[in-house]
């Protein structure tokens, strides 16, 4: 289903444990070299300003193509469904003959070549609802996800996703849009579930990059669906009412909306999950800014200056603290370039090492031998 090879991503993935491993100390340069050539990673790769550049040119000359046919043809919008097959197939090449792999030209090719069709196809449907909108960047979206494993298409799928649900409970009238939060929060505890446990499945070992952001994305739709100023606004009866009227059940929504990152972050500690701790740390700063629109106890150059001298001496302190490593936590940096992928590359570290070491001849001396026979002895020595 993936574009790219994927024997080469794998190397990828065994070339960036084995320079964690040179970095700790654990192999040396020789076995680090050894690993590469054993196991080559044969698609090209750029930095990430070489990627930014080829992007912008990429993107530029597609841009230039659209705009100097559409002057030419005039205003077609088959020209833009022409124009997005043209950058899926030149993908496509790029892919096969080139061996790119977010080199910045596949990128843009993706991205141009989705939204030409998106807006080809819609502008092709005079008012189209928004249910079919969010419902084609779905479809869009999970396609350049599946085919090309891009991260940020996993997250546009994901959003398409949430408001096409969105749309569909808007139109059952009141009783729809009073239940967005509940559905919305059931939703996001199956897609968390959902993220967490594909990532086991070595079909999808291409993807986890993209299940790690669809995570962190279910994780943050769980919390805004019950939060407490993101309710409010989605209340059917607050168009028509003042703004700082009340929510009904607010006391619940405040509830939720203080409870949520606090369960985050003990949750993050107790799993040892980074994903949670830092996911509940961010959103803890959601609550704080939330709670402020509601009530300001002090004015927020005093509040800024007071949370900022908290959160550097909270930070030196747990720093000093967490030296000397503790219940599993410690405030060195990872070693890990990455948090979710893990190949077991330890047993090719150790073969690679153990090849380095010369083989000692055995000693011979004493070995029974020198005689041959066959048949009893028949025409033969002993």
Same mark, same amino acid.
């Given at each position: 289903?993936?574009?790219?090879?994927?024997?080469?991503?794998?190397?990828?993935?065994?070339?960036? +444990?084995?320079?964690?491993?040179?970095?700790?100390?654990?192999? %040396? =340069?020789?076995?680090?070299?050894?690993?590469?050539? %054993?196991?080559?990673?044969?698609? &090209?790769?750029?930095?990430?300003?070489?990627?930014?550049?080829?992007?912008?040119?990429?993107?530029?000359?597609?841009?230039?193509?659209?705009?100097? $046919?559409?002057?030419?043809?005039?205003?077609?919008?088959?020209?833009?469904?022409?124009?997005?097959?043209?950058?899926?197939?030149?993908? #496509?090449?790029?892919?096969?003959?080139?061996?790119? &792999?977010? %080199? =910045?030209?596949?990128?843009?090719?993706?991205?141009?070549?989705?939204?030409?069709?998106? &807006?080809? *196809?819609?502008?092709?449907?005079?008012?189209?609802?928004?249910?079919? $909108?969010?419902?084609?960047?779905?479809?869009?979206?999970?396609? /350049?996800?599946?085919?090309?494993?891009?991260?940020?298409?996993?997250?546009?799928?994901?959003?398409?996703?949430?408001?096409?649900? @969105?749309? @569909?409970?808007?139109?059952?009238?009141? @009783?729809?849009?009073?239940?967005?939060?509940?559905?919305?929060?059931?939703?996001?505890?199956?897609?968390?579930?959902?993220?967490?446990?594909?990532? %086991?499945?070595?079909?999808?070992?291409?993807?986890?990059?993209?299940?790690?952001?669809?995570?962190?994305?279910?994780?943050?739709?769980?919390?805004?669906?019950?939060?407490?100023?993101?309710? +409010?606004?989605?209340?059917?009866?607050?168009?028509?009412?003042? #703004?700082?009227?009340?929510?009904?059940?607010?006391?619940?929504?405040?509830? @939720?909306?203080?409870?949520?990152?606090?369960?985050?972050? /003990?949750?993050?500690?107790?799993?040892?999950? !980074?994903?949670?701790?830092?996911?509940?740390?961010?959103?803890?700063?959601?609550?704080?800014?939330?709670?402020?629109?509601?009530?300001?106890?002090?004015?927020?150059? *005093? !509040?800024?200056?007071?949370?900022?001298?908290?959160?550097?001496?909270?930070?030196?302190?747990?720093?000093?603290?967490?030296?000397?490593?503790?219940?599993?936590?410690?405030?060195?940096?990872?070693?890990?370039?990455?948090?979710? +992928?893990?190949?077991? *590359?330890? $047993?090719?570290?150790?073969? #690679?090492?153990?090849? $380095?070491?010369?083989?000692?001849?055995?000693?011979?001396?004493?070995?029974?031998? =020198?005689?041959?026979? /066959?048949?009893?002895?028949? =025409?033969?020595? &002993?």
């Amino acid at each position: 289903m993936i574009a790219h090879n994927p024997r080469s991503l794998d190397n990828r993935d065994i070339w960036q +444990q084995a320079a964690g491993a040179l970095d700790n100390g654990v192999i %040396a =340069g020789e076995e680090y070299h050894r690993i590469r050539e %054993a196991y080559p990673f044969e698609l &090209y790769a750029p930095n990430v300003f070489i990627r930014i550049g080829l992007f912008l040119l990429t993107a530029l000359a597609v841009a230039c193509g659209v705009g100097l $046919s559409e002057l030419i043809a005039g205003w077609n919008n088959g020209l833009l469904i022409l124009w997005s097959l043209i950058c899926y197939c030149s993908l #496509e090449l790029f892919i096969r003959r080139k061996r790119i &792999y977010r %080199a =910045g030209i596949d990128d843009a090719l993706l991205w141009m070549a989705t939204l030409l069709l998106f &807006y080809g *196809v819609i502008l092709l449907i005079p008012r189209v609802p928004d249910n079919l $909108s969010s419902g084609l960047i779905l479809l869009l979206a999970t396609w /350049g996800m599946l085919r090309y494993a891009d991260r940020v298409m996993a997250l546009v799928a994901y959003c398409a996703l949430m408001k096409l649900i @969105f749309h @569909f409970l808007v139109m059952h009238g009141p @009783f729809g849009s009073a239940v967005i939060p509940i559905v919305f929060m059931a939703v996001s505890i199956v897609a968390y579930l959902l993220f967490t446990r594909l990532p %086991a499945r070595e079909s999808l070992r291409h993807y986890r990059t993209c299940l790690l952001l669809l995570t962190v994305a279910a994780l943050l739709s769980f919390y805004l669906s019950v939060n407490y100023y993101v309710v +409010q606004h989605i209340d059917p009866s607050m168009r028509v009412r003042d #703004e700082s009227a009340p929510v009904a059940l607010g006391w619940l929504w405040w509830a @939720f909306t203080g409870i949520v990152p606090v369960a985050y972050i /003990g949750q993050g500690i107790r799993r040892k999950d !980074a994903i949670l701790l830092w996911t509940g740390l961010v959103l803890t700063a959601c609550t704080v800014f939330t709670i402020r629109y509601y009530y300001h106890v002090l004015p927020a150059e *005093v !509040a800024m200056i007071i949370a900022g001298c908290i959160l550097v001496i909270g930070a030196y302190a747990f720093t000093r603290y967490l030296r000397i490593p503790r219940n599993g936590f410690t405030s060195d940096a990872p070693d890990e370039p990455h948090l979710l +992928q893990k190949l077991p *590359v330890e $047993s090719l570290i150790m073969a #690679e090492t153990f090849k $380095s070491v010369p083989s000692q001849p055995s000693d011979q001396s004493g070995r029974f031998g =020198g005689g041959s026979g /066959g048949g009893a002895g028949a =025409g033969g020595t &002993y």
